[in-house]
């Protein structure tokens, strides 16, 4: 790996941190984890939550992003 690379490496891993933390600070506002496929199981104390469509929706998504970036 020469410095170009690594350079790059940096950039992208920056942009990706980046997007996590706008991700983390506008999550208040997103349906994420709050979708109809969702599911929520409990009562009282006990509380079991499953989260199918988030799950689906999520690996879609990522799917997307990584072939976007892997395409040369």
Known sequence: ????????????????????GLVFMISDKLPIGRLPGDIHLGSGRFKIYIPVATSVLLSIVITVIVNFFSRK
């Open 1 to 20: 790996m020469n410095w170009v690379d690594m350079g790059r490496f940096l950039i992208i891993a920056g942009t990706v941190i980046v997007i996590i």
